[in-house]
Each structure stands twice: as C-alpha cells, then as structure tokens.
C-alpha cells in the first residue's frame, strides 16, 4: 500500500517563502514520478510540478521561477520549494506519485495521492 505524508504547509505572507515535504512509503520510491498538485476553494485541482524518476522536471507557468521541485530517493521524500510567494498561492497541496516514470502535467495520470496540506499567503 503506498502512503504519501505531506507536511510544511502554514501561513506566510506575501513574499515569504515555504518548503513542502512528502514522505511516501509503500514502494520502491525512486522508480517512479512525483508531482504535486493544489486546489483552492471552488477551483479545480491544478498542476504544480513533478519530477521524474531521473530528476527531469516540470513546473505551471504560474511557478516557473519561483517554485523548486526537488528528492531525495535516500529518504524516499519530495520536496517543493516555494519561493515570492504570492495570495493567489493560498490553497491545500497535494502530493501524487503515478506508476510510471514519466512525469505528467494532468491529475488523472496519478495513482496515489497524500491528504494534502494548506497553504496560506497573506497580502
């Protein structure tokens, strides 16, 4: 059974900066991709970012330069690194991992997902 615990989320204002966790057990983590997704109230879960099993990464256009998506296969953890953050930021975080290597934009192409963790960015 694979687990995903995010952990990290909190309030910051405008501009701080925050680091997500996910630990994931349950399987052989560093084969296989990870991303993280957030969902603000009455919107649609939205891609973040996501890397691969080989550190190949993505990011949305709205935290291209400002986000870091990181892990460390020893720890079998994922990190997001969120940097200027800004209000419209202010939503529960997602952590997901898919069966498959490749990373994935879209939510549907994830298997397992962690119980999400909020983020709150004050203006």
């Known amino acids: 059974q694979v687990q995903l615990v995010e952990s990290g989320g909190g309030l910051v204002q405008a501009e701080g900066s925050l680091r997500l966790s996910c630990a994931a057990s349950?399987?052989?983590?560093?084969?296989?991709?990870m991303g993280w997704f957030r969902q603000a109230p009455g919107k649609e879960r939205e891609f973040v970012s996501a890397?691969?099993?080989?550190?190949?990464?993505d990011y949305a256009i709205s935290v291209k330069g400002r986000f870091t998506i990181s892990r460390d296969n020893a720890k079998n953890t994922v990190y997001l690194q969120m940097n200027s953050l800004k209000p419209e930021d202010t939503a529960v975080y997602y952590c997901a991992t898919r069966r498959n290597r490749i990373i994935a934009a879209t939510s549907s192409a994830y298997d397992y997902w962690g119980q999400g963790t909020q983020v709150t960015v004050s203006s």
């Open positions: 349950g399987r052989t983590f560093s084969n296989y991709a």
């Open positions: 890397i691969s099993w080989a550190g190949i990464t």
